[in-house]
T-cell receptor
Framework: GNSVTQMEGPVTLSEEAFLTINCTYTATGYPSLFWYVQYPGEGLQLLLKATKADDKGSNKGFEATYRKETTSFHLEKGSVQVSDSAVYFCALRGSGGSNYKLTFGKGTLLTVNP | DTGVSQDPRHKITKRGQNVTFRCDPISEHNRLYWYRQTLGQGPEFLTYFQNEAQLEKSRLLSDRFSAERPKGSFSTLEIQRTEQGDSAMYLC?????????????FGDGTRLSIL
């Protein structure tokens, strides 16, 4: 079946530091890939997506590139802010018969200190 | 801009009681999903509706769980005879029909605590 593996957290950074959160996946066919962010007490918000190999998703300074050869979708941001503190989830949606449900990683807690 | 709405936000109940949660999707989204999220984990898929038809149920959804979407708009998730292990955040999401790569939009969830 489909699966997503994220780097273990928590990740603690100082403001303006560079962020990378690793995500790799296992899936058949051509899945779509997503990063969601969850702030305390809230639901998940879509951060960015990529639907085919070599696509780069970007939003609010965050970027991730769909790498089929390494089955990866790492999240990066060049300069984090305190307001970026949240839990980040990598997710995939399979192709073919299971192309509606999302499979999530366990999430990575990011804390950014001033 | 109305997003996905879930009610209640929090539910505390005693073991053995029945609970029901409601989800109102974004209007005109004909796909609706339920997920369960336990502490420190990512959400896990429970079930999926396209309009009023329930097209898939996860094995996580025991026979104590039932979900409905009677008119293809709002949905309810009922848990009968609740157990300690049912304590979790229950998330609802919706997406438009048509193209399969449309993202799912999530509500803020209902947090269930079983005493």
């Amino acid at each position: 079946g489909n699966s997503v593996t994220q780097m273990e957290g928590p990740v603690t950074l100082s403001e303006e530091a560079f962020l990378t959160i690793n995500c790799t996946y296992t899936a058949t066919g051509y899945p779509s890939l997503f990063w969601y962010v969850q702030y305390p007490g809230e639901g998940l918000q879509l951060l960015l997506k990529a639907t085919k190999a070599d696509d780069k998703g970007s939003n609010k300074g965050f970027e991730a590139t769909y790498r089929k050869e390494t089955t990866s979708f790492h999240l990066e941001k060049g300069s984090v802010q305190v307001s970026d503190s949240a839990v980040y989830f990598c997710a995939l949606r399979g192709s073919g018969g299971s192309n509606y449900k999302l499979t999530f990683g366990k999430g990575t807690l990011l804390t950014v200190n001033p | 801009d109305t997003g996905v709405s879930q009610d209640p936000r929090h539910k505390i109940t005693k073991r053995g009681q029945n609970v029901t949660f409601r989800c109102d999707p974004i209007s005109e989204h004909n796909r609706l999903y339920w997920y369960r999220q336990t502490l420190g984990q990512g959400p896990e898929f429970l079930t999926y509706f396209q309009n009023e038809a329930q097209l898939e149920k996860s094995r996580l959804l025991s026979d104590r769980f039932s979900a409905e979407r009677p008119k293809g708009s709002f949905s309810t998730l009922e848990i009968q005879r609740t157990e300690q292990g049912d304590s979790a955040m229950y998330l609802c999401a919706s997406s438009p029909g048509g193209r399969d790569n449309q993202p799912q939009h999530f509500g803020d969830g209902t947090r269930l605590s079983i005493l």
